[in-house]
C-alpha cells in the first residue's frame, strides 16, 4: 500500500513540476517533509482547474461533477484508484483538512462553467473557494496539528492566496476574456479597460500583499522560505504589471522571465540563511 501512496503522490508532483515552474521552485525550496503534501494539493486543484478552463470539446459540467463525487468518495473511503486523488485524500485525512475548504474550490471551480458579469460579492466568493482556500489547505500542512497557529495565521494565508489569484487575473486579462469569456473584475468591461481601472485594482493587491507579508514572517521556518519565494515571485511579476499600461495588459502576457526567478531563489536563499526572512 505505502509503495501505490508514494507512486500517486509523484504523479501529483509531475503534474505540479508540468504545469508550473514557479510553484515547483517555491515547494522545493520548503522542508522536504512538506514536499509530497503541497504537490498533492497543487495536482488536485490543477485537474479541476484543467476541467473548466481547457477541456472545451467535452462535457465540463458532467467531468466536474464526476470528479467532485469520486474527490468525496476518495476522502471517505480512504483510497482512490485515481492517483491524483489518491494522494489528495491521503493529505486531507492525514492533515484534517476542513471539508468546507474543498466545497468552496470545487463551487468556484463550477462558477468558470458559465460566462457571467462579477459583482462584489460573486468576485469574493470566488476568490475565496479558487485561491484562499488552497492556502489554507497549505497552511493545515505547514502548521502540523497546531491550531493555534492556524488561527493566527488564516487571515494572511487568505490576503497571500487573494493577491496570487487577483494578479493572476490581470496577467490572464486577454485570454480569460478571448478564450473563455470572462472578465473577473467587478464592474470591468474588456474594451473599456484603462489605467484608473488598472490602478484601482492594483491598490487593492497591494493591501493583500501587505496583508499576507505579516503571516509569512510568523511561519514555521520548515516552511517560510517556500512561501516567501512564492510571494518575491508574484511581488515580481505584479510589479511588471504596475509599470505597464492597461493597453499592453489587453494585448500580451506580462511573465518573469526563468533568470529573473532564480535570480529571486537565490536573494531570497541568502535571507533565509542570514535569519533576515
Known sequence: MDLFKQTCLKCSKVITEAYSTSFTLGIKTLDPKFHFPIYAIYGFVRCADEIV?????????????????????????????????HA???????????LEYIEAFLKSMEMDLEERQYDHQLYD????????????????????????????????????????????????????????????FPKVEFRQFDNLSKAEIEA???KDFDDAYEGIMQLPRTARLGVYLAYKYYLKLFRKIQNLPATHILSQRVRVPDNTKLALLVSSYVRYRLNAI
Do not use: W
Not at 459540467?61 to 474527490?71: V, W, Y
Not at 497557529?149 to 490581470?170: E, T
Open 53 to 85: 478552463d481547457t477541456f472545451h470539446d467535452h462535457n465540463k459540467q458532467a467531468l466536474l461533477q464526476e470528479f467532485k463525487e469520486q474527490t468525496y468518495k476518495a476522502i471517505e473511503a480512504g483510497i482512490s484508484l485515481n492517483p491524483v486523488l
Open 88 to 98: 489528495f485524500q491521503c493529505v486531507v485525512n492525514e492533515y484534517k483538512i476542513d
Open 125 to 184: 466568493n470566488y476568490i475565496y473557494g479558487s485561491a484562499e482556500v488552497v492556502g489554507l489547505m497549505c497552511l493545515k500542512v505547514f502548521c502540523e496539528g497546531d491550531d493555534a497557529m492556524f488561527d493566527r495565521l488564516k487571515k494572511p494565508a487568505c490576503s497571500l492566496g487573494s493577491a496570487f489569484q487577483k494578479v493572476n487575473f490581470l496577467r490572464d486579462m486577454q485570454s480569460d476574456y478571448l478564450e473563455r469569456g470572462r472578465v473577473y
Open 204 to 206: 487593492d493587491i497591494c
